[in-house]
């Protein structure tokens, strides 16, 4: 979209001064819409209408969509094109192995959501022009290998820039934050909705201990919804009137930047996401800066908390649970809620270089081929 030069400036700098590179925004218009009972697959097959419409304008060898989710309807159903053209996509939300992730059985809703995403992914995959698929899911590739499609199913590391910004010391960002001596840093950082667990952690913040809460500073840094502002500000203002944690408050986009310092900064970095699905790059940066997290026992993020022993994973839509998670990240060792070496290992697996070395490695392999 025309906004991402604006919002992205910095790659649309170095898209320029890059040879052979061309960014074109999308002109015309955009018909994407926020609310409906068929809103998704509206806007699914919009996506579909725009790739078609620059596939055939633009005649390319190869394609790669960064969304592979937004295009799985169009590709099941009738995106084909009368020349020859390999598509490739990354998918950011598979979710029907989850039930063999967590270990528990799943009720009937999720089995037929499950199904679904099954029937449509292998139409997706068997369209004419799919080439591969690029699971930021690892544990999901060896299910889509299993639809036995012509297509190719590989593990894509998250690709997060892990270097910049991280030299500033810990005590510094923390005095600049304005945390209290003898507390411990509970960081949550990110675009702050509902949907990642907002209220739910503050809930639970109330039940902690006096122990736990006189050694709790709740750091929250990011862009309050519009909708949400309001309810939150009225929710944390109860806690402090209430109980003895403090708060901090950052109501603002923290700059890509300033992300390593304050996840450096902080004794732990909390995920109270609900049901998740997808990966989360907050998990590999913590796991860089060496941070422990708290998370959710729910789908990938839980596995990967759990196989990588980054912190520890709790029923985050369990207010109670949640506390208990709390009450031993304030009162308990952290060394003991996290294996450091395993973490540096899982940030290794997974920076920038490697997920662009996975994606050009396998396109260009694909074209020499064809040559």
Known sequence: PPAFLEAHAEAARAAQQASG???????????????????????????????????????????LLLYFD??????????????????????????????QLNGATPGARDRLKGLRKIVQLRAALRNRHFDTL????????????????????????DGIEQAAGAATAPEQVRARLGVAPGRRLLLLFGALDRRKGLFELIEALALLSGEAMRRACLALAGTVTDADRRALGEALAALQATTTVQVLLHDAFVPDDEVPRLVGAADVVLLPYQRHIGSSGVL????????????????LLGALIRRHRLGLAVDTTDRRALALGLEACLTQPLP??????????????????QFAETIFGRLLARGQEED
């Open 70 to 99: 937004h295009a799985q309807l169009s590709l099941a159903a009738d995106l084909r094109f009368g020349f020859p053209v390999r598509i490739s996509g990354i998918y950011f939300r598979p979710s029907f192995h989850y039930a």
């Open 134 to 157: 690029f699971c930021l899911d690892p544990f999901a590739v060896a299910r889509v290998r299993a639809l036995n499609t012509p297509a190719q199913a590989v593990a894509l590391p």
């Open 284 to 299: 590999v940066r913590a796991a860089a800066a060496q941070t422990p997290v708290l998370g959710p026992d729910y789908g």
């Open 21 to 63: 590179v061309r960014l074109l925004p999308i002109d015309g218009p955009v018909r994407l819409r926020s609310d409906g009972p068929l809103r998704l697959v509206r806007n699914d097959r919009e996506h579909g209408r725009l790739l078609r419409r620059y596939v055939e304008a633009l005649r390319p060898d190869h394609v």
């Open 336 to 353: 003991a809620l996290f294996d450091a070496a395993e973490a540096a290992r899982y940030a290794a697996e997974n920076t920038a270089e």
